[in-house]
């Protein structure tokens, strides 16, 4: 799990800091980044396998973040630098949905949902998956559900980052479906 976390840090948030330098697509060598990891006496004993089961199986929640193609690696999604990476759009199934906290209902009932300091609105299959993101952002998560058919015909842009990871654009509030006394 900190391996998972740590490699977040270096290809998501701060890879300036470690010398990394991620092309516009968020890609570096996975050479340097092991480079990184040797250097650094808490994760000194992380191998390239350590890195690769981290890739291939997700980091203990089921989520895959990262990718690696050939001799690179990047994060999939949820970056908070400047890189866009990119996706092939996506015809998204009917309904998706959003695990959030209460208090961030009245913005979003104004608002929509947003990307909030990242590139795209993170989106789920099933409310049940919803409800474990929510749990980030609150102990008792409110799940909205997204009319992304609907949304899609409209314009708004979907992708699918990995099997329990829907991506968009902004979703304007007319296609959100808020609970019962929410």
């Known amino acids: ?3 998972s976390k740590f490699l977040a840090l270096i290809l998501r948030h ?3 800091r470690f010398g990394l330098a991620l092309d516009e697509e968020g890609w570096v060598p996975l050479s340097e980044v092991m480079e990184v990891l040797r250097g650094l006496p808490n994760f000194r004993w992380a191998t390239r396998a350590d890195v690769m089961e981290i890739v291939e199986k997700g980091s203990g929640d089921g989520k895959r973040r990262f990718e690696v193609e050939g001799d690179r690696i990047r ?3 949820g970056h908070s630098i400047a890189r866009r990476i990119r996706y092939t759009p996506c015809t998204p ?5 959003h695990g959030t906290s209460p208090e961030a209902l009245p913005s979003i009932r104004r608002e929509g949902l947003k990307p909030m300091g990242r590139q795209y609105v993170h989106l789920s299959p099933d409310p049940e998956t919803a409800v474990q993101v929510g749990k980030r952002h609150a102990p008792h998560p409110v799940v909205l559900t997204v009319r992304a058919a609907e949304a899609h015909t ?3 842009q979907f992708y699918r980052a990995e099997e329990s990871v829907y991506l ?7 296609f959100l479906e808020f609970p019962e006394g929410e």
């Open 1 to 3: 799990m900190k391996l």
């Open 14 to 16: 701060q890879p300036e």
């Open 75 to 77: 994060a999939r999604y």
């Open 93 to 97: 199934p009917a309904r998706l949905y």
């Open 154 to 156: 409209a314009g708004v």
């Open 168 to 174: 968009s654009q902004p979703i304007p509030p007319d």
